[in-house]
C-alpha cells in the first residue's frame, strides 16, 4: 500500500536537512508562528533537490506559543490570517521553482479546525482559493468543509501523538500524549489506515529526537511492505 510520509518543517528547529531526505512531502512554515523567510527559502530549496511534495502550513501568529495556543477569530479575520500565510509561501515557492502541492493548518488552528464548524469553513474558504489538497484528521470538521467545496481532503495520522477513543488528539498537556517507540507508532499507523483511511503519516519536526524517530518509522513502514510516495 502506498503512504505518504510527511514532517512539518522551515520553523528552524535545525532538523530539516536531516528530515528531509526521510519524508515524502513537507509541511512548510508560512512564517507567523515560527521561521521566517530565509528558513523557508532554504527548506523550499531543500524539498525541490530530494524530489519532497511541499505543502502550506499556515498557524496563529502568536510566536511565543508555536501556534499552539488557541485563539479564536473572527471568520474573516482568520480568513484573511490564512490567505496571506498561504499566498506569502506560494511567492516564495514560485521563486525557488517549487509548486505547492497542498495545505495543512498548524498547531492550536489545525486542533479547531478539526472540532469547530466555523474554523474549518474559514480554513477551507483558503484552501479553495488555491483549489489544493487539505491534510486534516479523517472524520473532522475540517474534512467536512473541505468536501462541501469540492476539494480533496487527506486523512492523516500522528506518528508521534496518541489519540482519545474519538479520535481526536490527546492534548500536549496531558501526561503520555506522545509515542516514542517507533514500533508502537506503526502499529498505531496501520490501525488507522485500515480503520479511517490515512493516507498520509505525520511526525513532528521541532522535536529534539525527531530525526531518529522518523528514522525509525520510515524503516518499520518499509519493512511491513509500504511503499513511501507523495499524496499530491
Not at 496571506?84 to 489545525?110: C, F, M, T
Not at 486534516?136 to 496518541?162: C, N, Q, T, Y
Request: hydrophobic share 40%; glycine share 8%; with cysteine.
Amino acid at each position: 500500500m502506498d503512504i505518504d510520509f510527511n514532517a512539518d518543517l522551515g520553523e528552524g528547529a535545525g532538523f530539516d536537512a536531516a528530515l528531509m531526505p526521510l519524508v515524502t512531502s513537507a509541511n512548510v512554515c508560512c512564517g507567523l508562528h515560527a521561521g521566517g523567510p530565509s528558513e523557508i527559502r532554504a527548506t523550499l530549496e531543500l524539498a525541490r533537490r530530494h524530489g519532497v511534495a511541499v505543502g502550506a502550513h499556515p498557524g496563529y501568529y502568536d510566536r511565543d506559543h508555536f501556534g499552539r495556543r488557541e485563539l479564536f477569530l473572527s471568520r474573516q479575520d482568520l480568513l484573511d490570517l490564512c490567505l496571506y500565510q498561504i499566498a506569502a509561501l506560494d511567492s516564495l515557492a514560485r521563486g525557488s521553482n517549487v509548486e505547492l502541492r497542498y495545505i495543512k493548518p498548524h498547531g492550536a488552528l489545525y486542533n479547531q479546525a478539526c472540532r469547530d464548524e466555523d474554523v474549518a469553513v474559514s480554513f477551507s474558504v483558503a484552501a479553495f482559493a488555491w483549489n489544493l489538497p487539505v491534510v486534516g484528521l479523517p472524520g473532522s470538521k475540517l474534512e467536512a468543509a473541505v468536501k462541501d467545496r469540492g476539494l480533496f481532503f487527506i486523512p492523516e495520522a500522528f506518528a508521534d501523538r496518541r489519540y482519545r477513543r474519538d479520535g481526536t488528539l490527546v492534548p500536549r498537556s496531558e501526561p503520555d500524549a506522545f509515542i516514542h517507540d517507533p514500533e508502537e507508532a506503526v502499529v498505531q499507523t496501520e490501525r488507522l489506515i485500515r480503520e479511517q483511511g490515512v493516507r498520509t503519516v505525520c511526525v513532528h519536526g521541532d522535536n529534539p529526537q525527531t530525526v531518529v524517530f522518523a528514522k525509525a518509522v520510515r524503516e518499520a513502514l518499509l519493512a511491513r511492505g509500504f511503499t513511501l510516495k507523495p499524496f499530491a
